[in-house]
């Protein structure tokens, strides 16, 4: 894991806004139906076409608020558009992610989703 990732948690706890996400029974269920590994090979697809292209179709609409875990866990670690990606994790707009960032971002994602799990919020 990045060694950014816990820190960029923990300073996420600390937003109002950011730590009101939670995981709904039917995300906790869909966990347990498809397993982690596949959980995050949809957070890889998403980022992936969603948030790294250059110009994101739709940026700062393109991630809605319920509907996938992946979706969520976005939202809680402002990694939802390029806007939060840029005030939060000072990922610049206008050029498109790397495979670092991509790697970045996907590693906020699950260490969010793994964290609801190991705190019983699961």
């Known amino acids: ?7 960029a948690l923990e300073s996420l706890k ?3 806004f950011r730590s ?6 039917k995300d906790r269920q869909y966990i347990r139906d498809k397993g982690i590994d596949t959980i995050r090979q ?15 179709k739709n940026d700062g609409k393109q991630t809605p608020v319920r509907g996938h875990t992946v979706f969520i ?3 809680a670690t402002a990694t939802c558009c390029r806007k939060c990606l840029h005030k939060w994790h000072g990922i610049g707009k206008g050029r498109a992610l790397n495979d ?7 590693g906020l994602v699950m260490g969010w989703i793994e964290g609801r799990i190991e705190e019983g919020k699961f």
């Open 100 to 106: 670092e960032e991509i790697e970045f971002v996907v």
């Open 42 to 56: 949809h957070a890889i697809d998403f980022i992936s076409t969603r948030i790294a292209p250059q110009y994101p």
């Open 1 to 7: 894991m990045n060694a950014q990732i816990p820190q």
């Open 73 to 75: 866990a976005q939202h």
């Open 14 to 16: 600390k937003s109002t």
């Open 20 to 25: 009101k996400f939670k995981l709904s029974n």
